[in-house]
Antibody, heavy 116, light 107 residues
């Protein structure tokens, strides 16, 4: 059974940093691209970024709204993807989901609240 | 970047109605298009992939069509459990863009 479990969310002040984790199981993580998607309360889905596999040089891509502030990485030995979020803004407040590249498998999400 | 324009943003419909939701891509994306259903407080659920392939376990009243820049999700006969928000997703070149969403409400 495929499982994606996010962790690391919480309350952070504007300008602060937070690192989210996505622990994967049930599929060949090392061969899969992983994406992060977020959703502010009452709003639509917004793609945050992705990281490809080692075979694709761990290539990353980001949405314009987070480029330069967020970094996606992965540790294939731990079957885990990460989202490092720096210089956080109030508008980054959202539930953050990790997803498999197929778009079929999603984690349950972790809430990030940026507020003073 | 590829933009996705989804319409309508909201609609009211009755049980048994035929419902059509459209997504238009700002440039051709072949069939790299999926449709999702999301209910309040729940994780998005993929209904359609590759523009027209029905996800296993999804009722056959859902169907997708289109290629290139114009795509459609159709619910042939709306059921009570179908009241939700629907999103299209383009995934060309491993860079994703979601449509703005369509909230389907009870008339």
């Amino acid at each position: 059974e495929v499982q994606l479990v996010e962790s690391g969310g919480g309350l952070v002040q504007p300008g602060g940093s937070l690192k989210l984790s996505c622990a994967a199981s049930g599929f060949t993580f090392s061969g899969s691209a992983m994406h992060w998607v977020r959703q502010a309360s009452g709003k639509g889905l917004e793609w945050v970024g992705r990281i490809r596999s080692k075979a694709n040089s761990y290539a990353t891509a980001y949405a314009a709204s987070v480029k330069g502030r967020f970094t996606i990485s992965r540790d294939d030995s731990k079957n885990t993807a990460y989202l490092q979020m720096n210089s956080l803004k109030t508008e980054d407040t959202a539930v953050y989901y990790c997803t498999h590249s197929s778009g079929y498998y999603w984690g349950q999400g972790t809430l990030v609240t940026v507020s003073s | 970047d590829i933009q996705m324009t989804q319409s309508p943003s909201a609609m009211s419909a009755s049980v048994g109605d035929r419902v059509t939701i459209t997504c238009r891509a700002s440039q051709g994306i072949s069939n790299y298009l999926a449709w999702f259903q999301q209910k309040p407080g729940k994780v998005p659920k993929r209904l359609i992939y590759a523009a027209s392939s029905l996800q296993s376990g999804v009722p056959s009243r859902f169907s997708g069509s289109g290629s290139g820049t114009e795509f459609t999700l159709t619910i042939s006969s709306l059921q009570p459990e179908d009241f939700a928000t629907y999103y299209c997703l383009q995934h060309n070149s491993y860079v994703w863009t979601f449509g703005q969403g369509t909230k389907v409400e009870i008339k």
